[in-house]
T-cell receptor, first 113, second 116 residues
Framework: GENVEQHPSTLSVQEGDSAVIKCTYS??????FPWYKQELGKRPQLIID?????GEKKDQRIAVTLNKTAKHFSLHITETQPEDSAVYFC????????????FGTGTRLQVFP | DAGVTQSPTHLIKTRGQQVTLRCSPK?????VSWYQQALGQGPQFIFQ???????QRGNFPDRFSGHQFPNYSSELNVNALLLGDSALYLC???????????????FGPGTRLTVL
């Protein structure tokens, strides 16, 4: 069935360093890949997404890359700051429907000052 | 422009009881999806409501049911509660495109359900 794998499960970096989180998906029909940030006790918030017609998308310090052939996509955060500390989830659509998502298991990012 | 709202914020129930959770979508959205997020895990898709009908359903038993009202708000009902139903229940709203696929989802703050 449809599956999304996410690595690593935890990631600790020094402030100012870069962080990379990787996800793989199984459904070749998937065409939309969002990333959500969830702070402790709060709702998941969409931080960036990418559709299958592009290979990379940037928004200030955040970027997402997509390799459809290999079925993987990655989140890149540059110049990390302590407020980037949170759990990050990747997701892929079920059956091609962008509003029915399968989530990865999450990556707990800690940025140390 | 109101975002997604959910009520109640917290709920404590005992095994065997029934619970109803409520969600109001973001203004302009017509689709509500429900997710269960167990502690330390990613959200799991329960089902989606559009045009007052249940659309796709995830791997959840029929103890989980729902409803959508003409104003697009939605309820999630869980019968015969089990300890394992303890989780954060999130609803997410979106706007269906004419093609049938949805746009990006916006999540509500969630309802924390504890089953004792």
């Amino acid at each position: 069935g449809e599956n999304v794998e996410q690595h690593p499960s935890t990631l600790s970096v020094q402030e100012g360093d870069s962080a990379v989180i990787k996800c793989t998906y199984s459904d070749s029909a998937s065409n939309y890949f969002p990333w959500y940030k969830q702070e402790l006790g709060k709702r998941p918030q969409l931080i960036i997404d990418i559709r299958s017609n592009v290979g990379e998308k940037k928004d200030q310090r955040i970027a997402v890359t997509l390799n459809k052939t290999a079925k993987h996509f990655s989140l890149h955060i540059t110049e990390t700051q302590p407020e980037d500390s949170a759990v990050y989830f990747c997701a892929a659509p079920r059956g091609g429907y962008t509003d029915k998502l399968i989530f990865g298991t999450g990556t707990r990012l800690q940025v140390f000052p | 422009d109101a975002g997604v709202t959910q009520s109640p914020t917290h709920l404590i129930k005992t095994r065997g009881q029934q619970v109803t959770l409520r969600c109001s979508p973001k203004s302009g959205h017509d689709t509500v999806s429900w997710y269960q997020q167990a502690l330390g895990q990613g959200p799991q898709f329960i089902f989606q409501y559009y045009e007052e009908e249940e659309r796709q359903r995830g791997n959840f038993p029929d103890r989980f049911s729902g409803h959508q009202f003409p104003n697009y708000s939605s309820e999630l009902n869980v019968n015969a509660l089990l300890l394992g139903d303890s989780a954060l229940y999130l609803c997410a709203s979106s706007l269906k495109r004419r093609s049938g696929t949805g746009d990006e989802q916006f999540f509500g703050p969630g309802t924390r359900l504890t089953v004792l």
